[in-house]
Nanobody
Framework: QVQLVESGGGLVQAGDSLTLSCAAS????????MGWFRQAPGKEREFVTT????????YYADSVKGRFTISRDNAKDTLYLRMNSLKLEDTAVYYC??????????????????????WGQGTRVTVSS
């Protein structure tokens, strides 16, 4: 089992940057594909980005490509999400999640929330104009 705790959310203005962190504890962090998802008010949870075990492969939703960067530090058991050029539509609760090896080595396979086994409680990001 893996416990995930997100932090770093807050209230920012459009155009600002923010970095989210996800601290993992429990089973070996490096054995999990990690992802970020978000849920805006009144909307379904949606995929944001994912990264494979040692960071060799990443995949982004089109809506954040070029603005967000996912990274991980396996020595610190921590996942990060650097968000630049934030937009109003980025307002959401952001969740990190961990997926066991499904037999695929490319991050693009891990875009579905159903593939993830463990979830954090979320951290809220609000972007104002």
């Amino acid at each position: 089992q893996v416990q995930l705790v997100e932090s770093g959310g807050g209230l920012v203005q459009a155009g600002d940057s923010l970095t989210l962190s996800c601290a993992a504890s429990g089973r070996t962090f490096s054995s999990y594909v990690m992802g970020w998802f978000r849920q805006a008010p009144g909307k379904e949870r949606e995929f944001v980005t994912t990264i494979t075990w040692h960071g060799s492969s990443t995949y982004y939703a089109d809506s954040v490509k070029g603005r967000f960067t996912i990274s991980r530090d396996n020595a610190k058991d921590t996942l990060y999400l650097r968000m630049n050029s934030l937009k109003l539509e980025d307002t959401a609760v952001y969740y990190c999640a961990a997926a066991r090896n499904r037999g695929y080595s490319t991050a693009s396979y891990y875009y579905a929330a159903t593939l993830y086994d463990y979830w954090g409680q979320g951290t809220r990001v609000t972007v104002s104009s």
